[in-house]
């Protein structure tokens, strides 16, 4: 088996495994050679991640197995892609579900599901994943519901110093349908404004 057809199989496997790597068993294995040869191979591929200033990955060793970085000097580029989420990645239900909390929190998931006439169960976990709501109390209510309300990386998201820079809404709102739209298209507004 030729270096470079090593080299492939060897970028391959690591892309495969991602953030849990590989070992040197585990790449001889896959490559039907000794373990003892693994280690040197896969210096002579770092090396020519390294030295290729045209790649934006290197690879690097941690607790013993092998796996794809990115190189230091795209720190910068990446954290930028990082703290600007785009706003159109989250559905309507979303951002109507995220709007409802913005302005009535602390608000339980079955008084969301009022506004909006439809269940919520997977925008409101949607948003939790994505750190944009928390849990913050239940209610004094039977049952006890859970109280949900916005997040810092909310303010981050919207560009907000605090929820008063939320787009204000018109006072008089007549039946929930209307409530809904307006919620949804204060917040769609408040996007707009900071993509």
Known sequence: MGSDNQHAIIEGLLF??????????QIAEALNMEVSEIAELMESISSRY???LSRGLEIAAYAGKYQFVTKKSLAAHIKLLADSPSPSSL???GLETLAIIAYKQPVTR???????????????HTLLARGLIKEVGRNEGAGRAILYGTTAEFLD???????SELPPLPEDIDDEN??????????????????
């Open 157 to 163: 998201y919207l560009g907000l110093k605090d929820l």
């Open 16 to 25: 495969t495994a991602g953030d849990s790597g590989l070992s040197e068993e």
């Open 110 to 124: 079955v008084q969301i599901e009022e506004v909006r006439g439809v269940k919520t169960d997977g925008p409101v």
């Open 91 to 93: 559905t309507q239900a």
């Open 178 to 195: 209307e409530d809904s739209d307006l919620f949804f298209e204060s917040l769609r507004n408040g996007l707009s404004g900071n993509e």
């Open 50 to 52: 390294e030295e290729d």
